[in-house]
């Protein structure tokens, strides 16, 4: 059974604190995709890679950072938390962008709340 | 800017009616999906339909693909309460990477 993994599923922190979330996936997919779901705007997206190392911007990439240190691995981090970055963010993956199949397999997501 | 948008925000039912969601994009695509989230979990992909297929159906969804109209729906037959969830559509454009999500259809079915 197919499997993406958050590392937590709610999470209390500070302004001003870094923030790790985690995501890992068990399907040797080659892209995974971060973003953070708010009510009335749907989900949103903040960073996706396409292979190790690689990292691209999506829609909001502002205060935010990643990393992909390894294939199954995900990092989305938040440099300096701020309340406007209480979310919920979720971590998904795909097989192949070039490939006209990509359905995403989503974690359960991370229910964050900045203090 | 948002790809898919969704209609209606909101619908509730009664056990074994259908649900019809709407779905309208901007741009052209290579394909549509729909996905659904049960409350404060992760999205789970139901269907997908591609840019040159009209009507596809897995058990008790009917997914229509209108690209003329950049439109699509999504039927739920005899729906159960635990179809209770939000719907949402997801466009894909050709040689894109990105998936585009709207902002969802909740949905309720009262047992």
């Known amino acids: 059974d197919v499997k993406v993994t958050q590392s937590s599923r709610y999470l209390v922190k500070r302004t001003g604190e870094k923030v790790f979330l985690e995501c890992v996936q068990d399907?040797?997919?080659?892209?995974m995709f971060w973003y953070r779901q708010d009510p009335g705007l749907g989900l949103r997206l903040i960073y996706f890679?396409?292979?190790?190392?690689?990292?691209e911007k999506g829609d909001i990439p502002e205060g935010y950072s990643v990393s992909r240190e390894k294939k199954e691995r995900f990092s989305l981090i938040l440099e300096s938390a701020s309340t406007n970055q209480t979310s919920m963010y979720l971590c998904?993956?795909?097989?192949?962008?070039?490939?006209?199949?990509?359905?995403?397999?989503f974690g359960p997501g991370t229910r964050l709340t900045v203090l | 800017s948002q790809q898919g948008e969704e209609d209606p925000q909101a619908l509730s039912i009664q056990e074994g009616e259908n649900a019809t969601m709407n779905c309208s994009y901007k741009?052209?695509?290579?394909?549509l999906q729909w996905y659904r989230q049960n409350s404060g979990r992760g999205l789970v992909h139901l269907i997908l339909?591609?840019?040159?297929?009209r009507e596809k159906h897995s058990g008790r969804l009917r997914v229509t693909l209108d690209t003329s109209k950049k439109s699509s729906s999504l039927l739920i037959t005899a729906s159960r309460a635990a179809d209770t969830a939000s719907y949402f559509c997801?466009?894909?454009?050709?040689?894109?990477?990105?998936?585009?999500f709207g902002a969802g259809t909740r949905l309720f079915v009262k047992a």
């Open positions: 339909i591609r840019s040159n297929e």
């Open positions: 399907m040797d997919h080659e892209n």
């Open positions: 890679s396409y292979d190790v190392k690689m990292k």
């Open positions: 997801a466009t894909r454009g050709a040689g894109g990477f990105k998936t585009i």
């Open positions: 998904a993956s795909t097989l192949s962008t070039g490939g006209s199949y990509n359905e995403q397999f």
């Open positions: 741009t052209s695509i290579n394909n």
